[in-house]
């Protein structure tokens, strides 16, 4: 048996290098592409080509296997937050990739351990983080957004004021500045061609972004559209608005970053001195586990543990 679970791990460590091997190589791919069409070498509807076999066979089987889930209400929330985090699956197919990775891991522990507890535990635990690296992507894509925002801004007033529309000018944004904001622009555009109103299309990106900053610009440009007045001024007024905001968050980010430093200490040390306690001095660290005021020790400690960091967090986390 043990024998037998060896192997199974070591099957499944081979199967997720390789997994990292061609998800790199994709992501390679996807920066050169962009490059290039960043320099008009290649149009932008040449990407789906440059996708890798694997990739498209997993993308099949996902969207075969959450066929009959893809009408459901919670599924299409979770195609709506797919799209925030800039992740070429629907919610059904992510839905079905979280589920088949927590049992894989499940199994693997099961075969390792024989306890089914710890093998559900540690499924638990890998769906968790799976969602956690969701939550991370949309995180980063909004932060990435704002900090292209000031520079789209002020594309789009020069585009104006070289006599293009609007719906022109974000075109324009699209061929000429990068990802992610090319990419939820782009969006917006092949809404309006079909014939979705450009105030619709608007206020979708601004609910699928979430940032207040964009905010500024789509109500500008929806007042602009019903009212009237010079939109290139205004964009140029906003985009330095959003530039010092950046350059305040930035400042704030650096002069917090020794409490958020102190934060990841006090939340990561205490597990690195129980590690150290099992390698050397496991008789202690087994005292604490089995005794019931041991026990009740940890217990408390976590919830301190967990206490003093959200502390910190509110502390250090100042809205700009």
């Known amino acids: ?48 080509a440059d996708q890798p076999y694997l990739f498209e066979r997993v ?6 296997a959450a066929s ?3 009408e459901r209400g919670p599924v299409q929330a979770l195609d709506f937050r797919m799209r925030q985090a800039g992740i070429p699956l629907l919610g059904g197919e992510f839905m079905i990739l979280l589920a088949g990775s927590a ?28 969602w956690g690296l969701v939550s991370w992507r949309i995180y980063q894509r909004r932060n990435a957004f704002t900090e292209q925002l000031g520079d789209c801004l002020t594309t789009v007033a020069n585009a104006l004021r070289a006599g293009y529309s609007f ?38 990106l601004s609910r699928r972004v979430g940032s207040a900053d964009l905010d500024l610009m789509v109500t500008a440009v929806l007042i602009q559209r019903e009212v009237g007045g010079n939109l290139a ?28 430093l102190s934060a ?3 939340l990561v040390l205490p597990w690195i ?8 001095r496991p008789e202690q660290l087994l005292f604490l586990v089995n005794h019931p005021f041991g026990r009740m020790a940890l217990i408390g400690s976590f919830i301190l543990e967990v206490i003093g960091y959200l502390v910190i967090q509110r502390i250090v986390n100042i809205d700009a």
């Not at 001195?273 to 050397?280: G, H, K, N």
């Open 1 to 48: 048996m043990v024998i037998l679970a060896a192997m199974i791990a070591a099957l499944a460590a081979f199967l997720l290098v390789l997994i990292a091997i061609v998800y790199v190589q994709h992501i390679r791919r996807l920066n050169i592409y962009y490059r290039l069409r960043r320099h008009k070498v290649i149009r932008a509807g040449d990407a789906a």
């Open 59 to 64: 993308r099949s089987f996902l969207s075969r």
């Open 68 to 70: 009959p889930i893809a």
């Open 103 to 130: 049992g894989v891991v499940c199994l693997i522990v099961w075969m390792l351990t024989l306890n089914f507890g710890v093998s559900l535990l540690w499924g638990v635990l890998a769906a968790t983080c799976i």
């Open 167 to 204: 719906p022109q000018a974000v075109d324009v944004v699209v061929e000429e500045m990068e990802p992610p904001i090319s990419e939820e622009f782009a969006q917006v555009s092949r809404e309006v061609g079909m014939s979705v109103p450009l105030e619709a299309a608007l206020e979708a």
């Open 233 to 260: 001024q205004i964009l140029d007024s906003i985009s330095d608005t959003i530039q010092d905001r950046v350059r305040m968050k930035r400042e704030i980010f650096s002069l917090t970053a020794q409490g958020r």
């Open 264 to 266: 990841w200490v006090l």
């Open 273 to 280: 001195m129980a590690l150290l306690l099992y390698i050397f």
